[in-house]
């Protein structure tokens, strides 16, 4: 059940899909831009994640095909950026409430995901998280630090993955400071074989040159 004033935002807003989007998410996996289109207007569930710099917003809906979708959109009045979409099938979410999106998005990363290490933490998901990184002075520094925290298990040179790592900098003493909102890697070879055993036919990996 949504308030009239959020349900009258999701009509009014903009959809944007940028070409990488297509070709990454929705192209190779059978997915419509109509169908993203009903979710966002006609959700089952929703969750709204407010962070300092952006608002990201998670929507989850039962499709006639007989498989969920799970979409991740980023708040940009008037626009809502689309930043991923996931076919998941129901008995991959029977332990899982579908009322709640942000539990689908944590169990899905869990089930089909890379093990991130940051530190000494060892996850699947990682999710609002602030780790110390030396004082850095401009923006290359800042990256140097962030690929030397993070380290993804299991993934082969050359090889794809779907990629979600939402950050902010924060400035301190005497180090400065990452806040991951959260941050996935998704198995790519993983999803497709899930989606091949799920719904045959659905997967067309060419689509990616397109």
Same mark, same amino acid.
């Given at each position: ?103 689908? *998005?944590?169990? /899905?990363?869990? $089930? @089909? ?11 699947? %998901?990682? #999710? ?33 993955? *779907?990629?979600? /790592?939402?950050? $902010? @900098? ?11 909102? %959260?941050? #996935? ?26």
């Amino acid at each position: 059940m949504f308030d009239l004033i959020s349900e009258f935002a999701q009509q009014a807003m903009n959809i944007v899909i940028a070409d990488l989007i297509k070709r990454e998410y929705i192209r190779p996996f059978g997915i419509s831009e109509s169908e993203i289109d009903d979710v966002i207007k006609n959700p089952d569930s929703m969750r709204e994640l407010n962070f300092p710099d952006y608002q990201v917003i998670l929507y989850l809906k039962e499709m006639p095909g007989g498989y969920y979708l799970l979409i991740d959109g980023r708040r940009h009045d008037p626009d809502l950026l689309i930043s991923s979409v996931f076919k998941i099938f129901p008995h991959s979410l029977e332990d899982v409430k579908t009322d709640d999106p942000l539990q689908v *998005l944590q169990h /899905f990363a869990q $089930e @089909f995901g890379r093990t991130l290490v940051i530190e000494n933490q060892y996850n699947r %998901f990682i #999710y609002k998280t602030k780790f110390s990184i030396p004082k850095v002075k401009n923006k290359d520094e800042l990256m140097k630090n962030i690929f030397g925290l993070v380290k993804i298990l299991g993934l082969r040179e050359g090889e794809k993955a *779907l990629v979600d /790592f939402l950050m $902010e @900098f924060e400035e301190g003493q005497p180090n400065d400071y990452i806040n991951i909102d %959260f941050a #996935y890697v998704i198995n790519n070879p993983m999803y497709i074989h899930y989606l091949n055993e799920n719904d045959p036919g659905s997967v067309n990996i060419s689509k990616h040159s397109d």
